[in-house]
Every structure is written in structure tokens, then in C-alpha cells.
């Protein structure tokens, strides 16, 4: 599986973006999909998770309310909505893949990693 992230860019903060992640590969509809991300300095830390179906989902604490993923097996593409920025989201966003149906919050448990795409948001 091959992964390919965009929709990073520069925002202010209270504003939005929607970061797209396209996967080749027949068997996208059986992966379990996961956006993390990391900041200058810091580990590559959770974000959000959804499993097969779209049924599940995960969030980590700091972007619950604000941030919403979602995935469309027709177009083998996962998307995170992320609303009410804020500075300290600012980071390069990376969406991975696992080949098992259920969503995992554990960055060791994915097999497949795009190439990150870079959000700042300015205070």
C-alpha cells in the first residue's frame, strides 16, 4: 500500500483544514487507516484512527471535538476534518496504514506510512 497525504497548509488559528490521504492498492477497504503527527522536537504522537468500515473511531484527547476523520473505500481515501485550530497543532501530518480491520491508537502497529504533509497554524 502506497499512501499519499495533502491538504497541509497555513492557517490562523480557530480556522480549518482538511487533510486528504489517497492509498493505492485493492485491499484499502480492509485497512484500518490513522492520522499522526509530529512537531519540531517532539515524538510522532496519535491523532485519530478509524478501522475498516468506518464504524470505529479513535481520537487522542487534545483533538476530541475538534478533529473528525473519515474515509471514503470507493475512492480509497481517508480524510481528516480538523476545525478550531490552534497553535499547538501546528506539526507535519502523517496518515499510516495497518493490514488488520481494527483501528489502533499505537504508532508501532502500523505497517504503512505516506510522506506527511505540513500544518501551521499562526496565533
Known amino acids: 500500500v502506497q499512501l499519499q497525504a495533502s491538504g497541509g497548509g497555513l492557517v490562523q488559528a480557530g480556522g480549518s483544514l482538511r487533510l486528504s490521504c489517497a492509498a493505492s492498492?485493492?485491499?484499502?477497504?480492509?485497512?484500518?487507516l490513522g492520522w499522526f503527527r509530529q512537531a519540531p522536537g517532539k515524538e510522532r504522537e496519535f491523532v485519530a484512527a478509524i478501522n475498516w468500515s468506518g464504524a470505529s473511531k479513535y481520537y487522542a484527547d487534545s483533538v476530541k471535538g475538534r478533529f473528525t476523520i473519515s474515509r471514503d473505500n470507493a475512492k480509497n481515501t481517508v480524510y481528516l476534518q480538523m476545525n478550531s485550530l490552534k497553535p499547538e497543532d501546528t506539526a507535519v501530518y502523517y496518515c499510516?496504514?495497518?493490514?488488520?480491520?481494527?483501528?489502533?491508537?499505537?504508532?508501532?502497529?502500523?505497517?504503512?506510512w505516506g510522506q506527511g504533509t505540513q500544518v501551521t497554524v499562526s496565533s
Open positions: 499510516a496504514a495497518r493490514a488488520t480491520r481494527a483501528g489502533s491508537t499505537n504508532k508501532s502497529e502500523y505497517e504503512y
Open positions: 492498492g485493492r485491499t484499502f477497504g480492509t485497512y484500518a
